[in-house]
């Protein structure tokens, strides 16, 4: 872990909280599952239409 300025830690958890406050809207679609061979994913999409998929265990 690299040694951060208080300047460089300000502004990190600055830009962080401002990150978190923009809301983020997403819904769930039933065409947003896959199914593979070690199960069933049900993802999500979000405003822009863009399809997620978290959680998926790999390596």
Same mark, same amino acid.
């Not at 951060?4 to 809301?23: G, Y």
């Given at each position: 872990?690299?040694?951060?300025?208080?300047?460089?830690?300000?502004?990190?958890?600055?830009?962080?909280?401002?990150?978190?406050?923009?809301?983020?809207?997403?819904?769930?679609? %039933?065409?947003?599952?896959? +199914? $593979?061979?070690? !199960?069933?994913?049900?993802?999500?999409? %979000?405003?822009?239409?863009? +399809? $997620?998929?978290? !959680?998926?265990?790999?390596?």
């Amino acid at each position: 872990m690299s040694n951060l300025t208080r300047r460089d830690f300000i502004k990190l958890t600055s830009a962080t909280a401002l990150v978190m406050a923009i809301p983020v809207e997403v819904f769930a679609a %039933d065409n947003c599952t896959a +199914k $593979t061979r070690y !199960g069933t994913f049900n993802g999500f999409v %979000d405003k822009q239409g863009v +399809k $997620t998929w978290l !959680g998926i265990p790999y390596a």
